[in-house]
């Protein structure tokens, strides 16, 4: 069975542009969150989304945002990108059947660099 | 705020000795851990999980024990390989589904 794919795997965007990062989650797998990785910040939680809703929300600014399609798939959006929203963008699909905790699984990530 | 895991610290092993690997968490709702190896380049990668009912969890070479009274959490890995070189994470998760909080790290070298 094929991983989580994300793409591009590499983004080079200046300030003030916006960027849609897109996650392909586990065949199968319903949940799809989203994690900001920084080496000053670590692994952040940005949102999770459930059958094309947002379910749950991490603490970061409402430039960022995401969307669910009807097959799981999920893109992320950042607006008006700042230099310090380099970082590696990371998604995690789980299975989510029975609507509590399960364990997620990562895709390689989306590097992006505003310069 | 509640935080997992305040620090990076870095552990380093010769090959063939055991590891562990050590993780405090704050969050006594916590029900669900996770351990993650990220080597450089790649996502996180699942090794192991344990939940809340549980207090040990073995798996191929890795051994996972949960402390719930001092919230504390440490990997085991055994007959530990060069391969094995990676940041490792700790991950816990209460009844929100995809609000995983992770530890900072922790680097893992051995040395052959």
């Known amino acids: 069975k094929a991983g989580v794919t994300q793409t591009p795997r590499y983004l080079i965007k200046t300030r003030g542009q916006q960027v849609t990062l897109s996650c392909s989650p586990i065949?199968?797998?319903?949940?799809v969150s989203w994690y900001q990785q920084t080496p000053g910040q670590g692994l952040q939680f940005l949102f999770e989304?459930?059958?094309?809703?947002?379910?749950n929300k991490g603490n970061f600014p409402g430039r960022f945002s995401g969307r669910q399609f009807s097959n799981s798939r999920s893109e992320m959006n950042v607006s008006t990108l700042e230099l310090g929203d380099s970082a590696l963008y990371l998604c995690?699909?789980?299975?989510?059947?029975?609507?509590?905790?399960?364990?997620?699984?990562f895709g390689p990530g989306t590097r992006l660099t505003v310069l | 705020g509640e935080s997992v895991g305040l620090h990076l610290p870095t552990l380093s092993v010769q090959e063939g000795d055991n590891s562990i690997i050590n993780c405090a968490y704050s969050n006594s709702a916590s029900d669900y851990f996770i351990w993650y190896k990220q080597e450089s380049g790649k996502g996180p990668q699942f090794i192991i999980d344990?939940?809340?009912?549980?207090d040990k969890r073995q798996g191929q070479r890795v051994t996972v024990l949960l402390n719930k009274t001092v919230k504390h959490l440490s990997l085991q890995i055994a007959a530990t390989q060069p391969g094995d070189s990676a940041v490792y994470f700790c991950a816990e998760t209460g009844q929100l589904q995809g609000d995983m909080r992770f530890g900072a790290g922790t680097r893992l070298t051995v040395k052959p």
């Open positions: 989304y459930f059958s094309e809703t947002q379910r």
């Open positions: 344990i939940r809340s009912n549980m």
């Open positions: 065949s199968g797998h319903r949940s």
């Open positions: 995690a699909s789980s299975l989510d059947l029975a609507g509590g905790t399960d364990t997620q699984y």
